[in-house]
């Protein structure tokens, strides 16, 4: 009998889902420290394939098992990190191969106020359709949403 029940809940365990949150898939995280493991599955038996050592880079989360989380970043690496490693603060990278105006307001035609270079983290403070409001250098201002990753392309902030 208690191996009958011992059988049931390891094939249970087996079967249904490690826990997950019940937030969407895929969403935007950050990296909490300088020093992150990323492993190649989501458990520390795991070999470690990266070292992350930029705190406050965006992440995007992919997927869930149980307390990890795969994470893919701007260059398109994935691993597994453990949740605890993850913050709901969003920063952004600038992207491309130039730097990027910032301006004042969300419009084309407004003053500029500084120039931002590639691969430069930014936090994330707003969004409209097309712009979105950052703060990098002690600054906020207005940046085209095209030059950002870590923020999805209809994604509003407000």
Sequence with gaps: MIVRCFSF???????????????????????????????????TRYPIAWVYHRAEMPVEIVEEFGQWRKIRDAEGTAGWVHESMLGGRRYVVITGKEAHVVRFDPSAGARPMLKVDPRVIARLAE????WCRIQVAGRKGWIE??????????????
Aim: hydrophobic residues 40%.
């Design 145 to 158: 949403k095209q030059y950002l990753w870590g923020v999805y392309p209809k994604e509003i902030i407000e």
């Design 9 to 43: 809940i390891l094939i249970f365990l087996l079967c249904v889902p490690a826990f997950a949150t019940s937030l969407p898939l895929p969403r935007w995280a950050s990296l909490k420290s300088d020093e992150i493991n990323a492993r190649t599955g989501p458990g």
């Design 127 to 130: 969004c409209k359709p097309h």
